[in-house]
């Protein structure tokens, strides 16, 4: 018998068939094109925390190289001597901290070398270390220019509680100023309530702050930190005025120095006026010779380089040590 099924049922039957074919293997596709997108999106993600987090590693050993570096320069500063024997010190000093700390990194899988590479700025280091002394100059001065024009960094007094005038106005003023007008001057003095060293910071629209903090000592000694913004073991925020308003060469002014007794250290650079100059002048005496304050010679600052290497990273980098610079 002749088949009498239309041709078109089966037509029909045909094309239905390859639409849930073709829409299976679309469906298929889709389904392996996403695998393979999250699989390619989480590779890249953990490829990316693996990269942030040594590059983590290597920004923490920088901070810690400013630190370390910074205390081994100013170690071979106290160490004294010419400014070529204080550079010499430095270097061997800055490769024996290298390689104790390449010691300590390896136990975490890095690598990491310090070196100096021959780049500094020759300066002074300005002390005085007669804890019994008042903050005059050599002379006898009160009110005198301990630096002119220059760079200063790493300002630190250690002041006698009891040596501080008992009210605002008469207080020992240490004058920070970048033009010599004193109208836009900073201004840090010291002075007693009976109980605190209280730090009070000014510029030229008023009072910015005060800190009070009691010395714990017998000596009623404390440690005010002006560049690092500490008084004793406490943060002083008005402090960070300075670095706010200064960029670049300072004036640095002692006012009322006999309302302060104890010993300080800052470091200067001599750009202007070499160290000679400083101590053959009414300020100044030079190393060794029993007067106070004393100006010798100094690195003001110093480059080292750095590797910081993992088995995904490495760093290279220089930098400059100069620590607690005002600007």
């Known amino acids: 018998m002749a088949d009498v099924t239309p041709r078109e049922t089966f037509a029909a039957d045909d094309r239905g068939q390859l639409f849930l074919v073709t829409a299976l293997t679309i469906a298929v596709l889709l389904v392996g094109l996403a695998l393979t997108l ?6 890249e993600n953990v490829a990316t925390r693996t990269t942030d987090t040594q590059l983590d590693d290597a920004t923490s050993f920088q ?6 570096g910074g205390e081994v ?4 500063n106290r160490a004294g001597g010419g400014e070529s024997t204080i550079e010499s010190q430095f270097q061997s000093s800055i490769a024996n901290w290298s390689v104790e700390t390449a010691s300590l990194s390896a136990v975490y899988g890095r690598s990491v070398d310090v070196s100096y590479t021959g780049t500094m700025t020759g300066g002074a280091r300005i002390h005085q270390d007669d804890s019994t002394r008042p903050f005059t100059n050599e002379s006898a001065g009160n009110t005198w220019v301990a630096v002119a024009d220059e760079e200063v960094r790493n300002v630190r007094f250690n002041v006698s509680r009891t040596s501080l005038a008992g009210n605002a106005g008469d207080a020992f003023h240490f004058v920070i100023d ?3 007008a004193l109208g836009d001057a900073v201004v840090v003095s010291f002075h007693d309530d009976g109980t605190n060293v209280v730090v009070t910071v000014e510029n030229d629209t008023g009072v910015v702050g005060t800190c009070a903090v009691e010395p714990k000592g017998t000596d009623e000694s404390l440690v005010v930190d002006v ?3 500490t008084v004793g073991p ?3 925020l008005p402090l960070d005025t300075i670095h706010e308003t200064f960029d670049g060469n300072v004036h640095v002014v002692f006012e009322n120095g006999d309302e302060a007794t104890g010993t300080y250290e800052f470091y200067t650079t001599t750009k202007n006026t070499g160290v000679s100059t400083l101590v053959s002048g009414p300020h100044y005496a ?3 010779s029993g007067s106070w304050p004393v100006a010798q010679e100094a690195l003001y600052d110093a480059n080292v380089t750095y590797v ?4 995904e990273t490495t760093v290279e980098k220089t930098i400059r040590l100069a620590p607690g610079e005002i600007a």
Do not use: E, H, M, P
């Open 227 to 229: 560049t690092g913004g």
């Open 73 to 76: 320069l100013d170690s071979a």
């Open 308 to 311: 910081f290497s993992t088995d």
């Open 234 to 236: 406490n943060r002083c």
């Open 286 to 288: 030079g190393a060794g």
């Open 38 to 43: 999250n699989t390619a999106i989480y590779t």
């Open 178 to 180: 970048d033009d010599g």
């Open 63 to 68: 901070q810690a190289l400013f630190s370390g």
